[in-house]
């Protein structure tokens, strides 16, 4: 899938997205990318991290609670599709 596919998506699931805390977006975010980690080496494991880590640092400090974000957590959190 192609880079602007998944941020059409992105756009499309921020509008469902519930509330949630850090540690469940920490745990999540955990949850998915060890569902995947079997199909990645350990330089694109890592990078993956990495840029999820800077998302979620730089989200926290611009938007500190934004509500979009939490609802899109949410939705993922109990196997909803955006």
Not at 1 to 27: C, F, H, N, Y
Not at 31 to 38: D, R, V
Not at 39 to 48: A, D, G, H, I
Not at 56 to 82: K, S
Request: proline share 1%; net charge neutral; glycine share 8%.
């Amino acid at each position: 899938m192609k880079a602007a596919k998944i941020i059409e998506m992105w756009g499309r699931a921020s509008r469902q997205v519930p509330l949630t805390s850090d540690d469940d977006i920490v745990q999540m975010f955990a949850n998915e990318i060890a569902k995947l980690s079997y199909k990645l080496t350990e330089e694109e494991l890592y990078r993956l991290i990495a840029v999820g880590a800077l998302v979620y640092q730089r989200g926290f400090r611009e938007f500190d609670g934004n509500i979009m974000a939490d609802l899109l957590i949410r939705t993922l959190r109990d196997g909803g599709r955006a």
